[in-house]
């Protein structure tokens, strides 16, 4: 009995050893066979690393593949990263479930991430982060109750976070950032309680910061920067006395910093509230952060001193560009001197405040490893300080848009690591220092808008790396040097216009094919239109006018088929007109004023005449008719000839009689400085024209001539024999009704008044024709660049204005109507027709306001009118730009006028005018911006402007380029704002002009520069 039972139990234990055996082999089994099916979804394995999975080894032997030694031949770890693995993350690896850490990150795997990943109950680890994984973030993850670290990372996810990942009570570190997730951060994100890490950087996230991440006492970091959320900091967060790094960067919070900053986190390294609506002061507590490594307060609403770091030994970066710092004055900078104790500081950023005084010279003590330095759009003068050489590290110096004067130190050329070398807009004087050709390195270069002088050292042909110059706008003189045009790595531009070069170009511009843009526009220069031009394929603008090249265009430019604008605008070119220029994909063309001949074509840019300037070339023929170019045929001459012989003979004695009655001249006071009242003896002689003088100038009145026409009269260019001097001919059209009423308004005004921003007139001309018919002219100063109007809506939209440029004819048009209406004498005057075509732009692209013909004075009948006075709508303005009460029979009032104003402005800045046929049922301009502020008012912007704001070292500085385009955005929707309300319906609720022209003002002087 005894041998039985022993053996049984032998039997037993030989069978359980067998089910065990079973067992094992089928689960070792299973995560075999796991494996294979992962492989199986590897679709690109460039580095080869999947030929090892493979029969001939164990799996626990395959690359990446870790077993455990407690459970013998179990998966638990897998090590497959930065292996340039690409396909889709199998759902079989739901099957490992000895797993506990996952490590996929820096691979290119693609669609969903599995949801069997939570049956993985012993993951501990799992990292996707930096694939292309999409769809949401699986819920059931939650269900991974061991996980201690969730990092998904720089994918594409969508969807909201989850709810049920806040179930994950031992999770220490987050990391979903840099994804498209939407929604609120969830509430009962506080269940987290051994939370260290959360970063939701860089995704959609909207909403409030829940105050409840104050009670996460263990976090560590906090990165929730580039997001939609708004409110404010609570107060609860200031008291996680744990926190290392906060950055809320990039988003809408508003509120202030707490006063004790730098106390309450004594182990603050990173401190990022950039690109948000902060305002307040930076508190004096922050010099206690002893351990803080970057601080980043730019793009805010900061004001006041800003304290002392001197206590920072550890500072990386200082990032304070685009607040309200500084008073400009002297002491602004003061702050600067403690930071010589940074003795690692490598990055400092200063730029867009209101900072005054000199450089200190500390700034030379710097860190030897300080690797940029931005102190644009501030106040700053005098000198760069000598000694800034000894910053041997540094790589970017901006300094642009100053007051800064003095010579460039020659000790910037022992800069070896500079590579953008900014110092353009300031009075910088001297030479530009030859030893800038010591700096290989050099990227970009702008040094225009100064008043540097000498020659272009030839030196600087040293600077291979170099991608643009700009040394536009200075003194310089000299010729070219030819080895500026063999650095064929420039590929961005070159801008050497409004200088005093002179000589020809040299003939190795050819050796730029990469060449973008090439301005050489107000110099000198003279010779031939080099054909080595046409080496530069890539070319998309070329400026040379305003020189003295002769000579035909070489047939070798018909190699610049990428060409967009091309100006050749003032030159001596002759010959004909290439025919190759038709098939280029030109957006402009201004040929004027040079000596071509011959016929004109009419198909590619020729076909647009809004597009192309061909004027002031005498011989040419033919084109389309908006040309008003004579025929191409070989007796045209005599006809022509004929003709004015006829109409000279007939007109012989009411000529006679024109020179005797002459012109009724105007005369004007000279402004002065002082005194506002001028004696008639301080008037200017007016230059005396007649009808004959006027009617050669302007060819005899030819349609070539004709620029433009309204209500009462036609506007004509013409060139004064006597002098050269160019005019604009506004000839009444004496048969429409009101005419003469129009001539004698503006008259009466333009006699009295006198602005920089209003159209200057040169005469008036009242006499008769050669017919005997009754004549009448004003004779303006003519406006190189036409209307307002010709700028908004032109054909094909060949021409752009920057925000700069329409917030300064903004400013120059409401300065004008601020001096009518108060200051330009005992009575204030409403000009009562403010709309684009009204407004001209010279050379410059100033601004002046003009077209008084339905002036109105402030008599006192006006200010006190009686009570059946009224006023016709047609007298007083155009539909579209009239205020409301005028068409209820109101007089013309200024309040109309700042009425018209907002409209004009709404439609300088959203390219829509208020008759578009889109404002119907009620719909007006007005309440279209209105209805669209602020969230949409990218979507009501007119895009060709925002198209030009794109920074162009975005390659450098991605996230300034963020925060740049977000200031765009903040004073797009400030400047519409004053629109809004300059275009109320009630009189009562419009602004003050003189209160329009400081918003204004300071809306321009908060806008974002580029570095340049």
Known sequence: MGIFRRSLIVITIIHLFLIFTLIHAATNGTDGLALLEFKAKITD?????MTSWNSSHHFCEWYGVVCGSRHHQRVTVLYLYSLQLSGSISPHIGNLSFLRELHLYNNSFRYEIPPQIGHLRRLQVLYLLNNSLGGKIPSNLSSCSNLNILDLYGNQLIGEIPIELTLLTRLKELYLGKNNITGTIPPSIANLTSLEFLYLTRNNLHGVIPEFIGQLKNLRVLALGFNQLSGTLHSSIFNLSLIQVIDVGGNSLQGTLPVSLGVSFPYLQFF???ENQFSGSIPSSISN??????????????TGVVPSFGKLNKLLELFLFGNHFGNGKDDDLKFLHGLTNATRLRKLDLGVNNFGGMLPK??????RELESIYINNNQIHGNIPTGIDSLISLNIFVASNNNLSGTIPSGIGKLKNLAILSLSSNDLTGNIPSSLGNLTNLIQIYLYDNQLHGNIPPNLGNCKQLLALSLFRNNLTGLIPPQIFEISSLSMGIDLSTNRLHGSLPNQVGNLKQLGILYLDNNMLSGHVPSDLGGCVSLEALSISHNFFQGSIPSSLSALRGLQFLNLSYNNVSGQIPSFLVNFSLLALDISHNDFEGMVPIEGIFNNASATSIVG????????SEFRLPSCKSDQKPKRKRRRTVIITVSAFTGILASILGCLFLWFPRKRRKDSSSSDSENVNLLRLSYQNLLKA????SLDNLIGSGGFGSVYKGILEQDGLVIAVKVLNLMRRGASKSFLAECEVLKNVRHRNLVKVITACSSVDYAGNDFKALVYEFMDNGSLDDWLHPTHHPRNLTIVQRLNIAIDVSSALEYLHCHAGILPIVHCDIKPSNVLLDKEMTAHVGDFGLVKFFHEEIIHPTPNQSTSLADVGTIGYCPPEYGMGNVASASGDIFSFGILLLEMFTGKRPTDDTFKEGLSLHE???????EQVTDIADPTFLQMEEEPLSHFHYSRNIMRKNRLIECLISVLDIGILCSSESPQERLNIGDVVTQLSSIKNKLPVTIG
Request: with cysteine; aromatic share 8%; charged share 20%.
């Open 698 to 701: 302007t060819n005899e009145f």
């Open 289 to 302: 952060a002893s351990n803080m490594e970057i601080f980043e307060v730019g793009d805010n609403k900061l």
């Open 928 to 934: 279209f911006v209105k209805s669209s502020l602020p």
């Open 617 to 624: 070339n005498k011989r040419l023929c033919g084109g389309i």
């Open 45 to 49: 394995d460039p580095l080869g690393v």
């Open 362 to 367: 500390q700034i030379t003590n710097f860190s």
């Open 272 to 274: 990022s509230i950039d």
